[in-house]
């Protein structure tokens, strides 16, 4: 095994999960498995190249990246490893230093996950690591709401009413509905706040109408290009309002 490669408790606890993190920082390497060995047996590598050669040996439970590596960048990495016949349904996560709307994008279109901001928290970390492997609901926590938005595709703009969101996307009641994978530029306030959401969008699935009057026709959006404004902003409206957990809030890895 190379030297760049680290293994955490896989003795003292040889049937847990296996997290493999790659960056190509050292620290965030050691905090990465710091905070991660509770949960799982961690595997780290210092470049994609060796992330890639190590997830294919070790066939990891989850696969955790920085985008912005020389190289074998993590976006690349997660397009690889989403294509890989043994690898394709590992789940990947993502974590972007820049918070520019164009990495972010780049980071869900190679299929990740889930895209993290960096500095990243280490209950943030805890909390996605635990749902990509099962130890809670996989999906992102969704709050309900009722909350107009604006669509547009093309030169065509059009109302919906968004249903429930998450920091990775929303479900949309519309009259009008486009199917996967079409795009869509979306805009909406964030409930309680001044805050406003405005993001390109990919259309994931659609919901038919129904002769039921409650279930409108509408659709689920990943959301594609968030700036880090946007974006942090809705994780902490999506945080608060989520259920609760216990605060751990200190260290955090940049």
Do not use: Y
Request: charged share 25%.
């Amino acid at each position: 095994m190379s030297a760049g490669l680290a293994i955490r408790g896989e003795a003292r606890l040889p049937a847990r999960r296996t997290i493999l993190v790659i960056d190509d920082a050292p620290l965030l390497r050691e905090l990465g498995s710091l905070f991660l060995g509770r949960i799982g047996r961690v595997l780290t590598a210092a470049s994609g190249e060796e992330g890639l050669a190590v997830a294919r040996l070790e066939q990891p439970d989850l696969i955790m990246a920085d985008v912005g590596m020389p190289g074998l960048d993590g976006a690349a990495l997660c397009r690889a490893i989403k294509q890989d016949p043994l690898l394709g349904c590992t789940p990947v996560v993502l974590w972007i230093a820049s918070g520019e709307p164009a990495e972010r994008e780049r980071a869900v279109r190679a299929g990740a996950d889930d895209v993290l901001l960096k500095p990243i928290d280490r209950v943030t970390l805890l909390d996605t690591a635990r749902r990509m492997l099962a130890e809670a609901p996989r999906g992102l926590p969704r709050i309900v709401l009722a909350q107009p938005v604006q669509i547009r595709m093309d030169d065509t703009t059009w109302n919906g009413l968004a249903r429930n969101l998450s920091r990775g996307g929303v479900f949309v009641e519309s009259n009008r509905v486009v199917d996967p994978p079409a795009e869509v530029a979306i805009a909406m306030r964030l409930p309680e706040t001044p805050a406003w959401l405005a993001s390109t969008a990919q259309v994931i699935w659609t919901r038919p109408s129904a002769p039921h009057p409650r279930h409108r026709a509408g659709m689920g959006l990943r959301f594609l290009a968030l700036d880090r404004r946007t974006a942090r902003a809705l994780s902490d409206w999506v945080e608060e309002r989520a259920p609760s957990r216990t605060p751990l809030r200190s260290e955090g890895m940049r």
